[in-house]
């Protein structure tokens, strides 16, 4: 372990509770005054000054201007996160393309690189990290290159499983299926390397940063390649036990003929792009990477309808096992086709029966492919920082 990493493991190791309660409160509440952070903390106020002026001396927190209150006496100087006090660096690994972002302290996205492939590879992926890290470090002013907290990323689990479907080589998936990612981008970066589903984290980052900002309960259906979700319960990701909660891809559905499949046959990108290769060779992914879909019009309004149902089905499942009031819907589609789908769902979910339990909100989602990389480049910052 290098001195940079060794470092890092003993600043999370020594941040104390009170600390990153502190960080957390602001975090979530925005600019707070002293006075207010030692009554939300139980603090005396000497021992909240004690700690937020230790915080303003690291850089983690601004004091703003002086503020009077309606009472005579010393004008309050509200406390705020500083966003360059952390950074990290996000990686969400899809099955066709990559997106890498830094982050700052409050989540705003300060640089990104994005690659696109037939399929990931281990040593690309690596080095789109490795490179990119170089690239972002040089962009920042010096005083802040220290300030990365480490690498988040997200990745489809059992990728090896999914690989096959986009014509990846046998010794490719092999590949991924021995690989040690954790320990593989710690050594590559020389940091912190936090590894989770891609759907939970995407997920994260929509509940950090996105429409479900406000949601305490939702669940998450993510329409990629293929198919992912994630699932919020009282406020907290809640990731199962092997971390695949959410694994809406593996749903059993009956398929052609009542042949039982998978829910990803039917609604993922994965699913169009094989109609659109059937149509026109070799043009399938070239037409899903426009800005706008054009030149499919019918193909996407079937695919449209085939999806719509499918996630209303899994609306409703949601509901039923977790009770859940809200389903945020996204896709890394364009934001047209989005709100085609989000209305179809709706319609669908509306003529539902619902005896027994409660027909949920549908809410749009608003992150896209940036969710996956935000949830998982906040997840260093959370370790070192704040409150899980």
Known sequence: MDDVLQGVVAAVQERSANERAILNLLRQGGPTSAAEIARRMDLSVQSASVITRKLETEGLVLRGAPVRGKKIG??????????????SVGL????RRSDLVLIDFEGRVLDQRTVTYAYPTPDACLDLART??????????????????????????DLWNWLDLLGAPRAEMRAWRDFPAEDAFTEAIGLPAYVGNDGSLACHGEHLFGAARDLPDFGYIYVGAFLGGGIV?????????RGNAGALASLPVAGAGGVMTQMVEFASIYSLERRLEARSPGKGAT????????GFEELEAGWIEE??????????????????PSVVIDGSFPPEVRQKLI????????????????????????LGTTACALGAGYRPIVARYLIE
Do not use: C
Request: overall charge positive; aromatic content about 4%; glycine content about 12%.
């Open 74 to 87: 010393k004008p309050s100087r509200p406390i705020s996160l500083d966003p360059n006090g952390a950074l």
């Open 92 to 95: 969400r690994i899809g099955r």
């Open 132 to 157: 990119g890290l170089v690239e972002f470090r040089e962009g920042l002013p010096e005083g802040l290159r220290n300030r990365i907290a480490g690498i988040g990323v997200g990745m489809p689990f």
């Open 233 to 241: 319960i009282d406020g907290r990701l809640y990731l199962g036990t």
């Open 287 to 294: 037409l899903l990477n426009q800005e706008n879909w054009t």
């Open 307 to 324: 999806t719509a149902h499918q996630i209303a089905s899994a609306s409703m499942t949601l509901v039923a096992v977790l009770d859940i």
């Open 343 to 366: 209305s179809r769902v709706e319609a669908l979910v509306a003529i539902r029966d619902t005896r027994g339990i409660h027909r949920p909100q549908i809410v749009a989602g608003t």
